[in-house]
């Protein structure tokens, strides 16, 4: 937040049965938080976009891209499963406070990174998983991404980035075979785990800024890459 409000208005919505937002398993779908991002951009007064999530709010972010295209000028999605197959089998059972035990590196950094994670209603996470099981949004966003190349001979779909670490133990990589589209890019950070935002920080916050910066309408392919990254590109 700090690195990206230098040079854009920057904001953090905490989705439905996240932080401090009400609990109510009805708003947990994929399409339920889609709408809350849609009615808060509404509310504010905001036009498009560039949307950064990570996990399963990256899912969210992949999902409102879909449902609301002229809204999103790129999407940054960050650990962000691809598969329900993709997903460890913990993630789809383990309490919130368990999980972030588990996947966090534990230094003071990611302490205070993730001090409000347990708080998460794990009906939020489970009704998640179960949208990218029945309902893939990764698959409805590459279909949007060729209807649009079909009818349009100059790229017009919306640019996505994925970002992994290469240590997650929660995802499963995608291959490029099925991730890596026209519009769509995949980094993965050799020394981070699920959180690649707080285990290479310097690294990670280069990614995001030359995204963002990225001339409107390129592909992420067209990145400058840093050779700290570069030979991990996919």
Not at 81 to 99: C, D, F, N, Q
Request: with cysteine; aromatic share 8%.
């Amino acid at each position: 937040m700090q690195v990206t409000s230098t040079s854009y208005r920057a904001y953090a919505l905490d989705l439905w049965g996240f932080g401090e937002t009400a609990r109510n398993a009805l708003n947990y779908s994929l399409e339920q938080q889609s709408s809350l991002l849609e009615r808060f951009l509404m509310e504010m007064g905001i036009g498009k976009i560039a949307l950064v999530g990570h996990g399963l709010g990256a899912l969210v972010g992949i999902t409102f891209a879909t449902r609301f295209p002229k809204s999103v000028d790129r999407v940054m999605a960050v650990s962000c499963p691809l598969a329900y197959e993709a997903v460890h089998t913990r993630l789809r059972t383990t309490p919130p406070a368990e999980l972030t035990d588990w996947l966090s590196s534990r230094t003071p950094e990611a302490i205070t990174a993730l001090s409000d994670a347990t708080k998460a209603d794990g009906q939020a996470i489970t009704a998640s998983l179960v949208g990218l099981q029945a309902n893939n949004p990764y698959i409805k966003y590459r279909n949007l991404e060729k209807h649009n190349l079909d009818s349009n001979p100059e790229p017009s779909a919306i640019p996505c980035l994925l970002v992994y670490g290469e240590k997650d133990p929660a995802i499963i990589i995608p291959s490029e075979d099925f991730s890596l589209t026209t519009m769509t890019h995949q980094i993965v950070l050799e020394g981070s785990g699920h959180f690649p935002m707080i285990d290479e920080t310097v690294k990670f916050n280069r990614l995001l800024t030359d995204f963002l910066a990225l001339d409107q309408g390129l592909s992420p392919r067209e990145l400058q890459m840093k050779e700290e990254w570069r030979r991990r590109v996919r």
